[in-house]
């Protein structure tokens, strides 16, 4: 096909170009207009294509070059707030994978581990560019920042405060990435800190950059520990427990911390309780992953934990989540060598649909704090 724009004249009686159009126009996307939003199609078949595969053909395709927009996450946002994903017909495949998330333990020991091969595992080049000094691949904290660095770090000092760390304390850091916050907190607030981690990429950058610091960094799954510890953290690790898992994470960290301690759980969730599995992000980004909810992670916790703390900056993730994109762009011409256009165009559209929904406010995030009653209460900041 030519890189130019189908004509849409050609086109008109075509019934998937009717009933795509129609729906475009209630989220006030013109095809082939002249906004940023908008949408310039490339593929005759772009339609038929998306109307029956639903989420996964809209990011094939844009993959595949069938369709481009100056600002997916404009695209994105107006997509989501006018509810446009609701009434795409649901394709046998995508009705298959929740099917598949209800019945089977898509996080189970030995799936657990795909996500670390498949994704942080792509590779230190990228992420090492596109991601803060500390190498944070969550949401920063923007109230103060105006930069990405001041935002992770604020993220970083946050969490410690309100995890109230002290001298000589144990910290446990499950799922500790790239070991930003194992160093931060050993450096900054003099405590022993064990992270893990199932990227085996993860853990070599982790070590390295914990080198000489009180830290130590396991490849293992969160299941197998069994220690004695000061205060749990657990960030941007929950998404890939999945819901059959709940229990018995919880389970686990109830083990793991002592009668007085603290666990603080940063964790992206959704609006609604159900086994929130987009097909696209699932093939490509995070296999087996699923948003919990409200309600999740109140039901799992109320037998082991005091709720002490509910905080949601999910709009802090829109504008994290656009600053990766630009160093992601700026960095590419660094790390081409490594990849290939058809990953640029799957990373980019992943990074703008996550931030359209953020700002669509069609999932969250949330920092929640957790003890065991504590005396007097807790003083949490925010």
Same mark, same amino acid.
């Given at each position: 096909?030519?890189?130019?724009?189908?004509?849409?004249?050609?086109?008109?009686?075509?019934?998937?170009? *009717?009933?795509?159009?129609?729906m475009?126009?209630?989220?006030?996307?013109?095809?082939?207009?002249?906004a940023?939003?908008?949408?310039?199609?490339?593929? $005759? %078949?772009?339609?038929?294509?998306?109307?029956?595969?639903?989420?996964?053909?809209?990011?094939?395709?844009y993959?595949?070059?069938?369709?481009?927009?100056?600002?997916?996450?404009?695209?994105?946002? +107006?997509?989501?707030?006018?509810?446009?994903?609701?009434?795409?017909?649901?394709?046998?495949?995508?009705?298959? *994978?929740?099917?598949?998330? +209800?019945?089977?333990n898509?996080?189970?020991?030995? +799936?657990?581990?795909?996500?670390?091969?498949?994704?942080?595992?792509?590779?230190?080049?990228?992420?090492? *560019?596109?991601?803060? $000094?500390?190498?944070?691949?969550?949401?920063?904290?923007?109230?103060?920042a105006? %930069?990405?660095?001041?935002?992770?770090?604020?993220?970083?000092?946050?969490?410690?405060?309100?995890?109230?760390?002290?001298?000589g304390?144990?910290?446990?850091?499950?799922?500790?990435?790239?070991?930003?916050?194992?160093?931060?907190?050993?450096?900054?607030?003099?405590?022993?800190?064990?992270?893990?981690?199932?990227?085996?990429?993860?853990?070599?950058?982790?070590?390295?950059?914990?080198s000489?610091?009180?830290?130590?960094i396991?490849?293992?799954?969160?299941?197998?520990?069994?220690?004695?510890?000061? *205060?749990?953290?657990?960030?941007?690790?929950?998404?890939?427990?999945?819901?059959?898992?709940?229990?018995?994470?919880?389970?686990?960290?109830?083990?793991?911390?002592?009668?007085?301690?603290?666990?603080?759980?940063?964790?992206?969730?959704?609006?609604?309780?159900?086994?929130?599995?987009?097909?696209?992000?699932?093939?490509?980004?995070?296999?087996?992953?699923?948003?919990?909810?409200?309600?999740?992670?109140?039901?799992?916790s109320?037998?082991?934990?005091?709720?002490?703390?509910?905080?949601?900056?999910?709009?802090?993730?829109?504008?994290?989540?656009?600053?990766?994109?630009? +160093?992601?762009?700026?960095?590419?011409?660094?790390?081409?060598? %490594?990849?290939?256009?058809?990953?640029?165009?799957?990373?980019?559209?992943?990074?703008?649909?996550?931030?359209?929904?953020f700002?669509?406010?069609?999932?969250?995030?949330?920092?929640?704090?957790?003890?065991?009653?504590?005396?007097?209460g807790?003083?949490?900041?925010?």
């Amino acid at each position: 096909m030519s890189s130019s724009c189908i004509e849409v004249a050609n086109i008109r009686d075509n019934e998937w170009y *009717r009933i795509a159009n129609e729906m475009l126009e209630h989220a006030g996307i013109k095809i082939n207009g002249s906004a940023p939003f908008d949408i310039q199609v490339r593929h $005759p %078949n772009f339609f038929k294509r998306v109307l029956q595969e639903g989420s996964l053909g809209l990011g094939e395709s844009y993959m595949d070059g069938w369709w481009e927009c100056e600002r997916l996450d404009m695209f994105f946002t +107006r997509v989501l707030r006018a509810g446009l994903e609701k009434k795409l017909p649901r394709h046998f495949r995508d009705t298959l *994978r929740i099917l598949t998330a +209800r019945l089977m333990n898509l996080q189970s020991r030995k +799936r657990a581990w795909i996500v670390g091969k498949e994704h942080y595992d792509l590779g230190n080049d990228l992420f090492s *560019r596109m991601l803060d $000094p500390y190498m944070q691949y969550s949401c920063g904290y923007w109230k103060d920042a105006d %930069n990405l660095a001041d935002a992770q770090q604020a993220k970083l000092k946050m969490i410690c405060e309100k995890l109230q760390l002290a001298p000589g304390m144990k910290l446990l850091d499950i799922g500790c990435g790239w070991g930003g916050l194992a160093q931060y907190a050993a450096r900054h607030y003099d405590v022993c800190v064990h992270g893990v981690t199932i990227s085996a990429e993860q853990q070599a950058l982790a070590q390295s950059r914990c080198s000489g610091l009180d830290v130590t960094i396991l490849l293992q799954d969160y299941r197998d520990l069994n220690a004695q510890y000061d *205060r749990i953290v657990s960030v941007g690790m929950f998404e890939h427990v999945g819901p059959k898992n709940y229990q018995t994470y919880f389970s686990v960290v109830a083990r793991n911390l002592k009668p007085d301690g603290l666990f603080l759980l940063h964790t992206i969730g959704s609006n609604k309780t159900s086994n929130n599995v987009d097909p696209w992000i699932d093939k490509y980004i995070f296999p087996n992953g699923c948003l919990p909810s409200v309600k999740h992670i109140a039901g799992v916790s109320e037998k082991h934990f005091v709720m002490e703390d509910w905080h949601n900056f999910g709009t802090d993730y829109d504008t994290t989540l656009m600053a990766w994109h630009q +160093r992601f762009l700026q960095a590419w011409p660094e790390i081409a060598g %490594n990849y290939n256009e058809r990953f640029k165009r799957m990373f980019s559209y992943y990074l703008n649909a996550c931030a359209g929904a953020f700002r669509a406010r069609d999932i969250q995030l949330w920092q929640v704090v957790f003890s065991r009653g504590v005396e007097n209460g807790l003083r949490v900041p925010h």
